[in-house]
């Protein structure tokens, strides 16, 4: 690959990784309500989980995407169902929760699972695969790939949980928390609107 579209690809790695979406929305409310700690199963969900769904679309799942639309559509449909059950969860959730509270956040499976109804997600790898493979090493090119998003991905699920991690002690106050959760409930939700489109 030469070095001009590697450097093409870590900056679209870095800006979709980093910019707000489903995955990121989640893990800062996770910080947030559960702390970094008991976050880091779903961070390495997330990680683990995009980098598999970007090597199922470099061998050939996007193409059958094209091939069954109605696949499609049905991921579509899950993927809208799912975010809105998520976003309400976040949105009514009313406590910081403490090491033996009743809430948890996603577990590793449930975060990597979720990548497969992830619409960002999805476009990203799709995205990323299409441009950035070749013709001449498909393969190779495709390794190249989950390599630039997972050297990615890893500090922006750290640099989102953190954040949420910060923002733990003035979010204890019940209100501010409150109002903090609906708006990442309220953002979620409308993170499947390009999704519908």
């Given at each position: ?108 499976l449930q ?30 090119s495709m ?55």
């Amino acid at each position: 690959m030469p070095i001009e579209t590697f450097i093409a690809l870590s900056t679209f790695a870095f800006v979709s990784s980093m910019t707000p979406g489903p995955n990121n929305i989640m893990l800062m409310a996770s910080g947030v309500n559960f702390g970094f700690r008991r976050t880091i199963p779903h961070m390495l969900g997330v990680c683990v989980g995009f980098m598999v769904l970007i090597m199922a679309v470099g061998l050939g799942l996007g193409t059958l995407l094209t091939i069954f639309p109605w696949l499609h559509t049905a991921l579509k449909i899950a993927g809208a169902g799912y975010l809105c059950y998520l976003a309400w969860k976040i949105a009514s959730s009313r406590t910081v929760a403490t090491a033996d509270g009743s809430a948890k956040p996603l577990t590793f499976l449930q975060a990597a699972a979720f990548q497969w109804v992830n619409p960002k997600a999805w476009v990203a790898s799709v995205s990323g695969v299409a441009v950035y493979t070749t013709i001449e090493a498909p393969f190779l090119s495709m390794l190249i790939v989950v390599f630039v998003f997972s050297l990615v991905s890893v500090p922006s699920v750290t640099a989102w949980t953190a954040f949420g991690q910060m923002l733990r002690q003035f979010l204890s106050d019940p209100v501010r928390l409150k109002w903090f959760n609906i708006s990442m409930g309220i953002l979620l939700a409308l993170s499947i609107w390009p999704m519908l489109r």
